[in-house]
C-alpha cells in the first residue's frame, strides 16, 4: 500500500510539473478547451507550484 502511495503521489508531481511548465500541454492532455490567454497560463502555473509544494511536503516531509 505505501508503494502505490508514493507512485500515486511521484505522479501527481509529474503533473504538477507539466503544468507550470507547459500550461498548454497540460491542456492538451486532458482535451481541456479554454480560451487560451496569459491569464490562464498563469493561472495555471500558480496552481501547478501550489500542487507541487503540497505533494513534495508530503512525500519527503512525513513520517
Known amino acids: 500500500m505505501d508503494i502505490l502511495y508514493d507512485i500515486l503521489v ?14 498548454r500541454m497540460f491542456l492538451n492532455i486532458f482535451r481541456i ?5 496569459g491569464m490562464r497560463r498563469t493561472t495555471i502555473r500558480i ?9 513534495i511536503y508530503l512525500q519527503f516531509i512525513r513520517v
Request: proline share 4%; net charge neutral.
Open 10 to 23: 511521484y505522479l501527481f508531481i509529474l503533473l504538477a510539473t507539466i503544468m507550470v511548465v507547459s500550461p
Open 33 to 37: 478547451r479554454i480560451e487560451y490567454n
Open 47 to 55: 496552481i501547478g507550484v501550489v500542487i507541487l509544494v503540497l505533494l
